[in-house]
């Protein structure tokens, strides 16, 4: 059983970054594609970012590409989602997520087994 635990969101002005972080345990990720996800008021979960269990591809949609990263550290069982030019409409609960089968779309939200509590990013205009 993997725990995933998000940190790093907070309140931000409009062209702000944040960092999150995504603190796996229980056991190593290594072999997972990791994605992010995020949720705002009244709209469905929608995706933001992913990972191959190497690092060696990333995916974004196309809302964030240019401006958000996406990296890992597997050797601290660990997630990034480095996010730049922040707008009001990145107003989320940020989620992390895992996919054991690491070799999945990436981008399909039922495909991830495991979720993190979520972690709330506020974008100030």
């Known amino acids: 059983q993997v725990q995933l635990g998000e940190s790093g969101g907070g309140l931000v002005q409009a062209g702000g970054s944040l960092r999150l972080s995504c603190a796996a345990s229980?056991?190593?990720?290594?072999?997972?594609?990791m994605g992010w996800f995020r949720q705002a008021p009244g709209k469905e979960r929608e995706f933001v970012a992913a990972?191959?269990?190497?690092?060696?591809?990333?995916y974004y949609a196309d809302s964030v590409k240019g401006r958000f990263t996406i990296s890992r550290d597997n050797a601290m069982n660990t997630v990034y989602l480095r996010m730049n030019s922040l707008q009001p409409d990145d107003t989320a609960v940020y989620y992390c997520?895992?996919?054991?089968?690491?070799?999945?779309?990436?981008?399909?939200?039922?495909?991830?087994?495991?979720w993190g509590q979520g972690t709330q990013v506020t974008v100030s205009s």
């Open positions: 997520a895992a996919d054991r089968s690491g070799s999945g779309s990436y981008t399909r939200s039922y495909e991830y087994e495991y």
């Open positions: 229980g056991r190593t990720i290594r072999s997972y594609a």
């Open positions: 990972i191959s269990w190497s690092g060696g591809m990333t």
